[in-house]
C-alpha cells in the first residue's frame, strides 16, 4: 500500500509523515527528492540555470532557493517553467524511490508513504494507492506559513494562492485530517487512519 500525502503549504504535510514513520512507514518525500536532484552541477540545476539565469545560484554554485521561490510565486508562466522542468525529474526518481520502498515493505506488508505537496498538481496520484489530504484552517495556515518563511501576510497569501484550493485536494482524497488544532489531536487523526490501513 503506497498513501499519497498532499496538502497546502504549512498545512502539517511533513508532521504527518513523520508521525506514520514513527509506525513504521517507509516515506518518501518528494521535497527531499527535489532537493537531490537540484545538486551542484546536476542537469537539472543546469536546466533551471538555462530558464531563470545565474540569479537563482548563490556564490558558490548551489541553488538560492529563496531567490527562486520569490520568482515563481509571483508569476505564474516562471512556475510552469519550473514545473516543466522539475515535475518529469521528480517522476522519474521518485518512482524508483517508491518501488524500492515497496520492496523493503514487501515482506511486512507495511505502509509506504509518498509525501508530495503538489501531488495533484504534478498528476501523481497514480503512484500511490490512497490520498490523505492533511488541510487546516485558513488563518492558521498563513501565521504558520508567515512564521516558519519569516515573511509578511502579503507574501505568505501570495504562496498559498498559488497552490490548488485546500478544499478541491480534500475533495480528492480518500483520507482527509484537519490539523488545526494541538499535536495531541494530530497524532489520534493519524493514528486513526493508520489503524484503517493497517488494521493487523
Known amino acids: 500500500m503506497i498513501l499519497g500525502v498532499t496538502g497546502g503549504i504549512a498545512t502539517g504535510k511533513s508532521t504527518v509523515a513523520k508521525m506514520l514513520a514513527a509506525k513504521g512507514a517507509i516515506v518518501v518525500s518528494a521535497d527531499v527528492l527535489s532537493r537531490q536532484l537540484v545538486l551542484p552541477g546536476s542537469p537539472v ?3 533551471l540555470v538555462q530558464c531563470f539565469g545565474g540569479q537563482i545560484l548563490t556564490k558558490d554554485g548551489a541553488l538560492n532557493r529563496q531567490k527562486l521561490a520569490d520568482l515563481v510565486f509571483s508569476d505564474s508562466i516562471a512556475r510552469q517553467d519550473l514545473e516543466s522542468v522539475m515535475h518529469p525529474a521528480i517522476a522519474l526518481l521518485s518512482k524508483q524511490c517508491l518501488a524500492q ?3 523493503k ?3 511486512t506488508g ?3 508513504v509518498y ?3 503538489l501531488l495533484y498538481e504534478a498528476g501523481a496520484e ?3 494507492d490512497k490520498v490523505l489530504a492533511v488541510t487546516v484552517d485558513s488563518v492558521v495556515q498563513l501565521k504558520r506559513l508567515q512564521r516558519r518563511d519569516q515573511c509578511d501576510v502579503v507574501a505568505a ?3 498559498v494562492d498559488s497552490q490548488m484550493p485546500q478544499h478541491e485536494k480534500a475533495r480528492r482524497a480518500d483520507y482527509v485530517i484537519d490539523n488545526s488544532k494541538s499535536l495531541l489531536e494530530l497524532q489520534r487523526h493519524v493514528d486513526d487512519v493508520y489503524r484503517q490501513l493497517c488494521p493487523d
Open 45 to 47: 540545476l543546469s536546466k
Open 101 to 103: 520502498a515497496v520492496e
Open 105 to 107: 515493505q514487501q515482506s
Open 110 to 112: 507495511g505502509l509506504v
Open 115 to 117: 509525501e508530495a505537496p
Open 126 to 128: 497514480s503512484r500511490v
Open 157 to 159: 497569501k501570495s504562496r
